[in-house]
């Protein structure tokens, strides 16, 4: 059984940082290109980041580069999302899944709100 737990969000005020973690169980996680995915509230989930099997590529959307890092730790299963200078319009539910074709199982999510 696939379990997507993200973790990590909060109330920060524009310009700070967050790291979001999602530990993944029930599928071989190294074999998978994972992708972070975000929902603002009235819109549509957005793919934000995405990362190789092995970690050597990733992409982002044109909105977050530059400001967002991705990274994996194969030995724990863990996908990572380092956010910094963060802007209101980031405000969202985050959650993981894998790429370019997400699992039918999602997580939570976690809640990033920024707002002074």
């Known amino acids: 059984q696939v379990h997507l737990v993200e973790s990590g969000g909060g109330l920060v005020q524009p310009g700070g940082s967050l790291r979001l973690s999602c530990l993944v169980s029930?599928?071989?996680?190294?074999?998978?290109?994972m992708g972070w995915y975000r929902q603002a509230p009235g819109k549509e989930r957005e793919l934000v980041a995405s990362?190789?099997?092995?970690?050597?590529?990733?992409n982002y959307v044109d909105s977050v580069k530059g400001r967002f890092t991705l990274s994996r730790d194969n030995a724990v299963s863990t996908v990572y999302l380092q956010m910094n200078s963060l802007k209101h319009e980031d405000t969202a539910v985050y959650f993981c899944?894998?790429?370019?074709?997400?699992?039918?199982?999602w997580g939570q999510g976690t809640l990033v709100t920024v707002s002074s």
């Open positions: 899944n894998t790429h370019p074709r997400p699992l039918d199982a």
């Open positions: 029930g599928i071989h996680f190294k074999f998978n290109a």
């Open positions: 990362i190789s099997n092995v970690g050597v590529f990733t």
